[in-house]
């Protein structure tokens, strides 16, 4: 069965520089989610779109930015990177349709030196 | 004080052993309950949802108390391959639609 699929795997970036990771959820899933996990903690939740709104938000730091296009991928963009966004970053979609299981894509394991 | 509660481990157990996770949350709002699973540096992977009437898949049995906020995971028979981090996890009803909260994890080691 089809996964989500994030892009790129790994990112290795520059303090100040700004990063783009790309989602492509499940076929036929309205919401994606994205989630950061630094090391030795649990995943954070920043942000979710149904359906191409935000839907909600959480700790999603001003820096970052995220949208959902008309085909449902998602884009989360970072500027201003620190190295305290040295992380991996999840992606996760889900289908509306009252349990909204979320199912997680491999991550991208973002670096800034 | 975090919405999810979990032992964070390790629990080192035997080949073979049974072992038991619990976890607790705090907001009463909270709509439905999930195991995940997450091997070191993967993505989590869900194990299984949690009912109110408990549910089981193979080894595996999770209970949920709500009127505790409780949930648990039993394991039987373990495997070198269920070594992992277990996530409790517990999904909120938002105004705009929902989210995920994590426990923070609980380590199992199974060894021979």
């Known amino acids: 069965a089809a996964g989500v699929i994030q892009s790129p795997r790994h990112l290795i970036k520059e303090k100040r520089e700004t990063a783009t990771l790309k989602c492509y959820p499940i076929?036929?899933?309205?919401?994606v989610y994205w989630y950061q996990q630094g090391p030795g903690q649990d995943p954070q939740f920043l942000i979710s779109?149904?359906?191409?709104?935000?839907?909600d938000k959480g700790s999603i730091p001003d820096r970052f930015s995220a949208q959902q296009f008309s085909d449902y991928h998602s884009e989360l963009n970072m500027s201003s990177l620190e190295l305290g966004d040295s992380a991996l970053y999840f992606c996760?979609?889900?289908?509306?349709?009252?349990?909204?299981?979320?199912?997680f894509g491999p991550g991208t394991r973002l670096t800034v030196l | 004080r975090k919405e999810v509660e979990q032992d964070p481990g390790p629990f080192n157990v035997p080949e073979g052993a049974t072992v038991a996770f619990n976890c607790t949350y705090s907001?009463?709002?909270?709509?439905?309950f999930f195991w995940y699973r997450q091997d070191c540096r993967k993505e989590p992977k869900l194990l299984m949802s949690?009912?109110?009437s408990g549910n089981e898949d193979g080894r595996f049995t999770a209970q949920l108390n709500r009127a505790s906020q409780y949930i648990s995971l039993l394991i039987r028979d373990s495997k070198l391959s269920d070594s992992a981090t277990y996530l409790c996890?517990?999904?909120?009803?938002?105004?705009?639609?929902?989210?995920?909260?994590f426990g923070t994890g609980t380590q199992l080691k199974v060894e021979l």
């Open positions: 907001n009463s709002a909270s709509q439905s």
């Open positions: 996760a979609s889900s289908y509306r349709d009252g349990t909204d299981t979320q199912y």
């Open positions: 076929p036929r899933h309205d919401t």
């Open positions: 779109f149904y359906e191409k709104m935000q839907s």
């Open positions: 949690v009912y109110s």
């Open positions: 996890v517990v999904n909120i009803l938002t105004g705009g639609g929902n989210k995920l909260t």
